[in-house]
């Protein structure tokens, strides 16, 4: 009985899809809060919180796309 250890096609380009969109979603939910609220973020909150979107987004979808 032998499995499949290597992800198809589609989970690939899923994994890539699903992790692109929590980039910007943080990235641009980050900006458009600075925006839209007049919140006095700084570029050191911008950075964090840009960094911890691709934090997440490799770890959610790592396993899958490789990354």
Request: charged share 5%.
């Amino acid at each position: 009985m032998t499995t499949n250890k290597h992800p198809s096609l589609l989970g690939e380009c899923l994994a890539e899809f699903i992790g692109t969109g929590l980039l910007i979603f943080f990235g641009v939910g980050c900006v458009a809060a600075l925006v839209l609220t007049g919140a006095s973020f700084g570029q050191w909150e911008i950075s964090i919180v840009w960094g911890l979107g691709v934090s997440i987004a490799i770890y959610c979808t790592a396993g899958v796309s490789g990354a």
